[in-house]
């Protein structure tokens, strides 16, 4: 059997800071890598975010956390998260749909009670709350024979992009 997987690239360009944002995302049936570098206002690019998860092992930044399954269904699964590095305790429940046609993840830290994390998955957009650094949303829609591209972040700024293409004669 051959090992499946996806992998999404994303680059912007922003004229008006002279700065790129990009983002690469691959995923399997047992791992998940995500990276990502933002341009800031100021020009210098703010600092490289990325994730890592090999089977029950995540890593996220400077940070190492075991997972560990409590419950599995068909549309349910609970993580019990213990991170080394800070001595934190977490619950990660992830929901998805019969259809899985979208996902919803969190970290919840027990000591002390927060949630750290929070992401909702659709098939054309996701929804991302971390703690610290807010809330950003992306998403495309097919429009006009087109795509329609829209980023934002709160508290931040939004970007919205429009892209077809143009068949030749």
């Known amino acids: 059997m051959k090992p499946q997987g996806t992998v999404n690239v994303s680059a912007t360009y922003n004229t008006w800071h ?5 983002s690469v995302v691959a995923r399997g049936d047992f791992w998940r890598l995500e990276s990502s570098r933002g341009g800031s206002t100021n020009g210098n690019n703010s600092a490289p ?3 890592i998860q090999l089977g029950p092992l995540l890593f996220v930044r400077d ?3 075991l997972l560990l399954p409590i419950n599995l269904s ?16 977490s619950l990660c ?24 994390f929070m992401d909702v998955e659709f098939s054309n957009g996701q929804l991302r709350y ?3 650094e807010g809330i950003t949303a992306s998403g495309f829609f097919p429009l006009f024979g087109g795509l329609l591209q829209a980023h934002g972040k709160f508290p931040g700024e939004t ?3 429009f892209s077809f293409k143009v068949s030749q004669c």
């Open 130 to 132: 971390v703690a610290g």
């Open 74 to 89: 068909k549309q349910h699964l609970i993580w019990y998260a213990y991170d080394h590095k800070n001595g934190v305790h």
């Open 18 to 22: 002279h700065t790129v944002d990009s």
């Open 49 to 51: 975010g990325f994730l």
């Open 63 to 65: 940070s190492t956390t």
């Open 93 to 116: 429940p992830v929901v998805w749909s019969k259809q899985k046609k979208w996902l919803l993840m969190s970290m919840m830290c027990l000591n002390p009670v927060a949630c750290a």
């Open 159 to 161: 970007k919205l992009g």
